[in-house]
């Protein structure tokens, strides 16, 4: 059997393969709300055969989104068409994820498609906060500094995030601390110049992602998968680094966190990112090795044989694809066969399956 297609089983959860449709933005919902944009993107990669699904990152907070579009989980509300989606998915034999954020000094802006651009408070935006008063780009206004309380509604918000996701039968919760967001944003020294408890040295730089770590395991069911997304660098110099994220994900590990995601960038701008060929997995590849932790790689990964490689090769457990999900809903299928796997399709699809 191929190793993609060997299922893997965290606690009771099992995959039927280690391919993962990776979070994607859609910017389609209002006021947080999932709809039939996100029933038909999900629903079609659910049928297409991966092994588990994530929603895009669900904002914690109204303030936590990156646009006014996000799809959100700050109310009970949300959890109705939620649950339909996931049920849907579920019944077409894949584990559905999602994943938490907040995206601090990189929230309130447009759609990529309008721009990207900060939303001015008059324009529909709203004010950001960081963990230091430092903006993203020159062009921003600076975020507000999280004050005590400020962190502890952070907390308070991933916390009942969770609670909304288990209700809505989501089987995996991933927290996103990478790509220049709120978590990430407390982890790294080139934005996190605070002098409390949470700024300075690593101890204190992590401690905001642990304290949210263990806020979500209190509703997180303990027999469930949990994730961590992280960066693994900076790219820059003095910023966060591939050591500290082994270090990291030694204690994410002894939070009881299953698997650690491995990205990388996004923290600041104008960054050279040696971008390639499945150029992260070196990064999944250590943290699995240095803090024996179960790891994703992801990052231009696109061919059955580049993701079967990763595994066979023990760099990663799960191969998590983006941008191929979007051009090949139904790659899995399309994996199996050149990988001589039989596939079990939908049945509704049973006549287009090649013999
Ligand atoms: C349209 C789009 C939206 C994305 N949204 C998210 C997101 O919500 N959360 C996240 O962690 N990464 C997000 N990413 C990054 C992907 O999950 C993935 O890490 C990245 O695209 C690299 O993988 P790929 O080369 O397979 O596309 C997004 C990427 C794309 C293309």
Redesign the pocket.
Known sequence: MSALFTPYKIKETEFKNRLVV?????YSSEDGFANNWHMVHLGSRAVGGAGLL?T??IAVSPEGR?TPCDLGIWKDEHIVKLKEIVEFATSQGVIMGT?L?HAGRKASTSQ?WKGGKLLDVNAGGWETFAPSPVPFNDENPLPKTLDPAGLKKVIKDFKAAAARARKAGFKVV?I?A??GYLLHQFLSPLSNFRKDGYGGDFNNRIRLLLEVVEAVKEEWPENLPLFV?ISATDWAKGGWNAEESVELAKLLKEKGVDLI?C?SGGLIPKVKIPVSKAY?VPFAEKIKAEAAIATGA?????TAEEAEEILNKKQADLI???????REPYFPFKAAQLLGEDLSWPPQYERAKPN
Do not use: K
């Open positions: 990776s979070p994607m933005c859609m994530f895009e990152a990156i994943q954020a990529p991933e996103h990478a790509h997304r995601d990205s992260q992801v990052g231009l990964i696109t998590f694809m983006a941008r191929e999900f979007l």
